[in-house]
């Protein structure tokens, strides 16, 4: 009776509140089951990818570029090295949700927003998590601004690189090039797996040509970041191998020396060793500085370079084609003695010119020399002499004997776009006009004008294997190639491309009037002369274009002075071309004197202080190399 009057009798659930309760049993479960759902697609189906991405928000592998090799001059000399840089480097993924890290970090730089967007054209090929480099060679300054406030950056670090110095600036710009970052046409070209996008690659001249030298091997290093993408640590390390330093055959000091000499006038200076091929002088003026294009060029100095009417960027001692006027002289005098058509005693009357056909073509002396045979043709270039010389040729004998002189060909030096300048004869004017050769067009040919071209290096090669007895080599202007550790990896030997079969006796005449042109007062090159050494030259004045009226003073109008020579004559060690674009003077008058100041660096600079006597001043103004005869 008790228990029964114990027992609790259950109430019912109102209705309203068992459907809240089934309302919020079925929200709990469809919870669930959704965060179910997530699991499994977060750890299942897009397990590796959230797992990779989960690795990269904390350990990183990072790419670290390799130092460039560093270039020297043949006596041990720095023309290319490495320097430190900060670069600001920007990781995109970092960032993600954060709109104003952009507009923040170019206030820090002190640049429009503008700007630092563009710079975020990163190469297609980019990988996830790698760094965009958006502004370059930060000074301390900046470098302190971006790294106090690195909690409004996310993404935004700071980098410390190699970059590329050229401690000359402007030296050598036409030999030596520029580096750049490799762009995305290069990146398909480039079948190598070392090159990424943001990489520094050569870009012109030696820089390009030795890239591949030069460049080393990438390293890397496994980082920890924190959720901001900062470096924490470095777990793990890869270093980079430094590329292959150059040791070139360019001489420093001539080189300066040249340049100097050019000064302000568009020209080139070639200098070449004719027992090698060696390149000892190459210049071009005007130049400009690689550093420019190290640091990244600006869009304003890259207009100007390119709009520039002097064109500084033209490489003028490869790709410049003048008329080479009367040094062309020596190339006829070896095709007709070759050919019998011409000897040591041919004479020609001068009056100052010779009538032929209807036209009349003038010596450069009014006057006429007078009796004239071909030594003293080729010491006072004489023009009516080589005109008759011409005729007894003919176009197509001139060229051929031109092209075993190496005109008219490529010298197949390791720069890129050099050329070849034009020999014509009678089958290239049908090939190019459609039109035969007329005999009076030979005449222009015999003294270089014409459609005769040549380049500063070519006629640098023309000396040069006067000087030798007719052996073309390959200029070159690398010697050895040296391990980071400065063991040589690889010498660079001489080149023979070809010899030009012209008898030594030929030679040895032509060697003999180009002597006189520099060493007796009748010659044309007597500006060149240098103290104690016998100096090889022929003076060459080219008309650039007919000069009439009032354009004959303008500069484009003007006409191209020209110099070859060698030196010693007796066993040549120097083989040089110097030409003044424009110059407005004749060879003598403008090119030799150049020649002279770079020649007499090259044998008195290690002479010592020069003696006051005139009887030891001989003895003692000529460097100390070899044995010379006088």
């Keep these: 009776m008790e228990l029964e009057e114990l027992r609790v009798v259950p109430r019912d659930v109102p209705p309203e509140l068992r459907r809240r309760i089934a309302v919020a049993s079925a929200i709990v479960l469809l919870a669930f089951i959704g965060i179910i759902v997530r699991l499994v697609s977060l750890q299942v189906v897009q397990g590796a ?52 890290v952009l507009r923040t970090l170019a206030a820090r730089l002190n640049e429009p927003e503008d700007a630092v967007v563009a710079r975020l054209r990163a190469p297609s090929k980019r990988p996830p998590y790698a760094g965009i480099v958006v502004a370059g060679d930060l000074d301390w300054s900046g470098v302190v601004a971006l790294e106090t406030h690195q909690l409004e950056l996310p993404g935004v670090s700071v980098r410390v690189g190699p970059r590329r110095y ?88 001539l080189q300066e020396e040249a340049e100097e000499a ?35 060029i600006r869009h304003a100095e890259w207009r100007a370079l390119v709009q520039d009417p002097l064109k500084p960027l033209s490489n003028r001692a490869v790709q410049g084609q ?13 095709a007709g003695l070759e050919q019998g058509t011409l000897s040591p005693s041919t004479g020609v009357y001068c009056r100052g010119g010779i009538p032929f056909g209807n036209h009349f073509f003038g010596c450069w002396r009014h006057g006429g ?47 890129e776009h050099e050329k070849a300048g034009t020999i014509p004869d009678s089958q290239w004017k049908q090939h190019r006009f459609h039109r035969p050769w007329f005999a009076g067009e030979t005449l222009s040919v015999a003294i270089g004008q014409g459609y005769v071209t040549a380049t500063p290096l070519q006629m640098a090669n023309l000396a040069a294997m006067i000087a030798n007895g007719g052996t073309r080599y390959r ?48 010659g044309t090159g007597k500006a060149a002369r240098v103290r104690g050494v016998e100096v090889a030259g022929k003076t060459g004045t080219a ?14 109008s003007r006409d191209h002075a020209w110099f070859i020579a060698f030196a010693p004559v007796a066993n040549p060690e120097i083989a040089i071309a110097v030409l003044v674009e424009h110059g407005g003077g004749g060879g003598g008058k403008l090119a030799a004197p ?37």
Aim: aromatic share 6%.
């Design 49 to 100: 990818e959230m797992r990779s991405l989960s690795e990269h928000n904390r350990i990183r592998l990072v790419r670290v570029p390799a130092a460039r090799g560093v270039v020297y001059d043949r006596n041990g000399e720095l023309l290319i090295d490495n320097r430190p840089s900060f670069d600001v480097v920007y990781v995109p993924e970092d960032a993600r949700g954060r709109p104003g």
């Design 166 to 253: 050229y401690p000359y600036g402007p030296l050598a710009a036409h030999l030596l090039g520029y580096v750049g970052e490799v762009s995305e046409s290069e990146l398909a070209r480039n079948e190598e797996d070392d090159i990424r996008g943001g990489d520094v690659v050569g870009k012109a001249n030696l820089e390009r040509a030795w890239d591949h030298e030069l460049r080393g091997r990438p390293g890397g290093q496994q980082v920890e970041v924190d959720a901001l993408g900062r470096r924490v640590s470095v777990l793990e390390e890869v270093p980079d191998v430094a590329g292959d330093n150059l040791v070139l055959t360019l001489d420093r000091d």
């Design 262 to 296: 050019l000064g302000d006038r568009s020209g080139a200076v070639v200098a070449l060793d004719p027992r090698s091929g060696d390149v000892l002088v190459l210049a071009s003026r005007p130049a400009y500085d690689p550093n420019l294009f190290s640091r990244g």
């Design 322 to 334: 003048y008329p080479p006027g009367s040094t062309f002289k020596v190339v006829v005098a070896a």
């Design 369 to 415: 020399h007078g009796h004239m045979r071909l030594h003293e043709a080729i010491v006072q270039s004489c023009d009516v002499f080589f005109y008759q010389a011409g005729q007894r040729l003919g176009v197509d004998l001139i060229a051929e004997y031109a092209r075993r002189l190496g005109l008219g060909l490529a010298t197949g030096i390791r720069l």
């Design 475 to 522: 200029p070159q202007y690398v010697r050895r190639i040296l391990a980071p550790d400065s063991t040589v990896r690889r010498e660079v030997e001489p080149e023979v491309l070809d010899q030009s079969g012209i008898t030594g006796k030929t030679l040895q005449e032509v060697r003999a009037g180009m002597r006189d042109v520099v060493m007796t007062d009748r």
């Design 543 to 556: 008309q650039a274009v007919a000069l009439r009226g009032s354009n004959r003073h303008a500069r484009g």
């Design 594 to 630: 150049i020649a002279k100041q770079v020649l007499e660096r090259y044998f008195t600079r290690d002479a010592g202080p020069q003696p006051s006597t005139p009887k030891t001043q001989e003895a003692h103004a000529v460097r100390p190399k070899a044995a010379h005869a006088f």
